[in-house]
């Protein structure tokens, strides 16, 4: 089993919509989660951290932790085309911010 | 917000030879900095976790005698691929976390793409 899994496919969602992505990890001590959006040819960029169980909101996304169930999703409310991108997950399970990430999720909103 | 830094962006070099990346956290100190490999359309594996003053520690599977890293100051670690060879061609990048902040946020380098003919 692979530390963080994100196993859909692309993900297409017309604007306006909500982009629901998931995520899954195996290791249970694990106790910080983030998601990262990265542009084609561009480096990582920290858009969502969450440490204790239930929603967080931060604009138009909303994480949320299930730590009992090993999975972290992410929204993203009224999608824009500008949110087209492939969206990482990330747990610190490791310690020490030695992050796994799983494979991404490329989302593209149509217009 | 803390910025770091990463040069250069994309470097083409022969086969054989070897090349350096810098990493620089710009106003924040980072006494640990983090390597990643990233292949197309693949999740960032991480390669080493560079420590400032000490060996770097590397992950299973990546020789340390081919990605040498150095991380002589607080604010500057480098990773050279030595004797690069084509299957090294990747887009490599960086991390670091603010050792003078308690939160546990890293920031990224704009990450170097390397081509090795």
């Known amino acids: 089993q692979k530390e963080v899994e994100q196993n859909s496919g692309p993900l297409s969602v017309p604007e306006g919509a909500i982009a629901s992505l998931n995520c899954t990890y195996s290791d249970r001590g694990s106790q910080s989660f983030f998601w990262y959006r990265q542009y084609s040819g561009k480096s990582p960029e920290l858009i969502m951290s969450?440490?204790?169980?239930g929603d967080k909101e931060d604009g138009r996304f909303t994480a949320q932790l299930n730590k009992a169930s090993q999975y972290v999703s992410l929204l993203i409310r009224d999608s824009q085309p500008s949110d087209s991108a492939t969206y990482l997950c990330a747990v610190n399970i490791y310690g020490n911010n030695r992050l796994a990430f799983g494979k991404g999720n490329q989302v593209v909103v149509i217009p | 917000g803390a910025v770091v830094s990463q040069h250069p962006s994309r470097v083409i070099c022969k086969s054989g030879t070897s090349v350096k990346i810098e990493c620089r956290s710009l106003?924040?100190?980072?006494?640990?900095m983090f390597w990643y490999r990233q292949f197309p359309k693949q999740s960032l594996m991480l390669m080493a976790t560079?420590?400032?003053?000490?060996?770097?520690?590397?992950e299973q599977g990546v020789e340390k005698d081919k990605f040498l890293i150095n991380h002589a100051s607080l604010t500057l670690s480098t990773l050279t691929v030595t004797s690069a060879h084509p299957e090294d061609s990747s887009f490599y990048i960086c991390s670091a976390r603010d050792s003078g902040n308690g939160n546990e946020k890293l920031f990224f380098g704009s990450g170097t793409q390397l081509s090795v003919l």
């Open positions: 969450i440490y204790s169980n």
């Open positions: 560079s420590n400032e003053g000490s060996k770097a520690t590397y």
């Open positions: 106003d924040f100190q980072a006494t640990t």
